[in-house]
């Protein structure tokens, strides 16, 4: 076996070493936020996006209009940054407004106005982690990384080294301001998804992205 044979194989193995230690962060029931007495774990999700929820019944199609409160960012002792920079916080938070109001708004009308054909929304950014620089690429040219992300696509479930975002949302009757629906959701993107592992915070925009189209599908 000539040198770069076995640099390689050992490449291999240390990947595949570091694939099996892959768990990512795993969404908590964070105490700081007001539904968070309400939010139950949730039996039917398998997939691990949305661990925790509340929900009433509701009729979402009597709510014509919506108010989107501005994105907050979870101070709390149990959030989930890790070492993001407070500057990384902020450009998700913006970007996290930006992407549901520009969504929500194709459902409902935006309005700052409670009334009984309204609702309200509150995101809380809770968590995320960035892709990591050049392993989160090079999983997707490396035969075992590949397979590894193959699998986990299959899944529904995290690429190596990936990046994620982590955020409350919750729901309420703007009139009465009855909590309706709350949830706890890790958001991230397809395994597969090899755009998505370049830059620090793509995956995390990813998973926004995502996130802000399941919340409008919920709605109809």
């Known amino acids: 076996m000539n040198r770069s044979t076995a640099s390689r194989h050992l490449t291999h193995i240390a990947l595949c070493v570091a694939l099996a230690g892959c768990a990512g962060v795993q969404p908590a029931r964070y105490t700081g936020i007001e539904s968070s007495p309400y939010l139950r774990g949730d039996p039917q999700d398998t997939s691990g996006r ?49 992407t549901f109001a520009r969504k929500l708004g194709k459902r409902f009308e935006l309005t ?3 009334a009984p054909d309204t609702l309200r929304v509150k995101l809380t950014l809770t968590g995320a982690v960035t892709t990591t620089a050049f392993a989160g690429a090079f999983a997707h040219f490396d035969l075992a990384g590949n397979l590894y992300n193959g699998v986990q696509a299959i899944r529904g479930r995290e690429g190596a080294f990936t ?11 703007a009139a009465t301001n009855r ?42």
């Open 179 to 220: 909590l309706i629906n709350a949830y706890v959701t890790k958001q991230y993107p397809n395994a597969m998804n090899i755009g998505a592992s370049f830059g620090a915070l793509s995956a995390a925009k990813t998973g926004i992205d995502k996130g802000a189209d399941a919340l409008v599908a919920q709605f109809d």
């Open 112 to 114: 700052n106005a409670p």
């Open 50 to 98: 949305v661990p925790y929820r509340y929900a009433l019944p509701a009729d979402w199609h009597r709510y014509r209009k919506l108010i989107l409160d501005p994105v907050a960012v979870y101070r709390g002792a149990d959030n989930q940054f890790g070492n993001l920079s407070d500057q990384d916080k902020a450009t998700l938070a913006a970007y996290m407004g930006d």
């Open 163 to 173: 990046g994620s975002v982590i955020y409350a949302v919750e729901i309420r009757d």
